[in-house]
């Protein structure tokens, strides 16, 4: 068996007020003086005050970033590396969805290293650690808050480039499932399909191994369980801990695993026509899925099992069988639109599948697919996605 590097942060506070632990766990980190980094929302609906209230009763100074956008740029990770360097700060707090945490990561990594976002984009390495970040998650998604990743648009070749690399890796972890308790259904929806699909690409990757095989087997259970509870009761605070609990394993698993061909797919879509993450993920994944399941039937039976879409007594094939149904029920069920009903212009869909298919490769990911496609069969799944 080849072995496996399992990354994660150093500290993880997990459960119902850990937002509150935002002091203490800052200085166990060697935090003194944090910039927070976050956005307009989490500014206006008064948020941000879980994390300030705490951080000023323990007498830490702190300064807030809160330009952050979704689908994070270069501009705006410039612009935050510039604020983190002039400041003197030794640390960063990063609240909110995946967005501001991406940001926060990429701005400790370019103020640390210098140059242009580019520099580090895989298989690029990243030389130096940055400083120290600890990342609140405030939707049950991306698992960000977990791994070595962050993905950049880059705004002038209109790229969605993915940075990889142990200084991405936030030093701390405040998982805090109540943070979670206001999301709306679309982004419980969005973000939910994208801790299955991370969990799910993560058992199936030609990287797997056993210790990232464990997180994702328990976040596929976890997600498809209570996935549309979360959305129909959002209210219901066991599917919310569940739904959070989920996308942290997912992270978990993915960061020390890999994605595949969906998340490949997705970040042209995102990158072009400024489709959220999560909900490009979850156009793609049952299409994505019927491509791949042939070759490595095994693997994604296991998936059905493990999701209660198929009986531990059921035969591979028709575990799959199961799993492609569910998949798009899934997404019938949680109104996930097509390329076509979210509005996106046929002809210039059409003109840009060469290039989507060629962005999907040059990412990576795909070739950690069970079955790995060529360009022409990308543009196929583009194609058959689309409506």
């Not at 850990?18 to 206006?44: C, N």
């Not at 007498?59 to 990770?77: A, K, M, N």
């Not at 699909?197 to 328990?218: F, G, K, L, Q």
């Not at 569910?326 to 996106?344: A, H, K, M």
Request: aromatic share 4%.
């Amino acid at each position: 068996m080849t072995v496996a590097q399992i990354t994660q942060p150093r500290l993880l506070q997990v459960g119902p007020g850990a937002v509150g632990d935002v002091a203490t766990v800052l200085r166990r980190i060697g935090g003194r003086r944090p910039l927070i980094v976050t956005d307009a929302y989490m500014l206006s609906s008064g948020t941000i005050d879980r994390v300030t209230k705490p951080l000023a009763e323990a007498g830490i100074s702190f300064e807030i970033f809160s330009d952050t956008v979704p689908d994070p740029t270069t501009t705006v990770v410039e612009a935050g590396a510039a604020v983190l360097k002039a400041g003197g700060y030794d640390s960063i707090v990063a609240l909110g969805g995946g967005s501001p945490i991406d940001t926060a990561k990429a701005m400790s990594v370019l103020a640390a290293n210098g140059g242009a976002m580019r520099d580090y984009k895989v298989p690029n390495d990243i030389p130096k650690m940055g400083v120290p970040l600890v990342a609140i998650p405030t939707t049950a998604g991306t698992g960000a808050e977990v791994t070595r990743f962050t993905v950049i648009t880059d705004v002038e070749h209109d790229e969605k480039m993915l940075i990889a690399g142990l200084p991405c890796v936030p030093a701390a972890a405040l998982v805090d499932f109540e943070l979670t308790m206001t999301m709306p259904r679309r982004l419980t929806a969005d973000t939910g399909i994208d801790s299955l699909t991370h969990a799910i690409e993560a058992y199936v990757s030609r990287r797997a191994n056993p210790m990232s095989d464990m997180y994702a087997v328990r976040a596929m259970g976890l997600i498809a369980r209570n996935i549309r509870r979360a959305c129909a009761e959002p209210a219901d605070r066991a599917a919310r801990e569940a739904m959070m609990l989920g996308a942290t394993l997912g992270g978990l698993a993915f960061t020390n695993s890999s994605v595949a061909l969906v998340h490949g797919m997705s970040r042209p879509i995102g990158a072009f026509f400024h489709v959220p993450h999560g909900l490009s993920n979850a156009m793609l994944l049952p299409a994505v899925t019927a491509f791949s399941a042939g070759s490595a039937l095994p693997r994604y039976a296991d998936c059905a099992r493990a999701m209660g879409a198929a009986g531990t007594d059921e035969g591979d094939q028709a575990a799959v069988a199961r799993l492609l149904d569910e998949l798009r029920r899934l997404n019938e069920e949680l109104e996930v639109p097509t390329p076509q009903s979210y509005g996106i212009e046929k002809g210039r869909w059409d003109t840009l599948l060469p290039t989507m298919a060629q962005q999907a490769l040059a990412s990576g990911s795909p070739g950690n697919n069970p079955r790995v496609p060529t360009a022409e069969e990308i543009m196929g799944l583009y194609a058959q996605a689309w409506s």
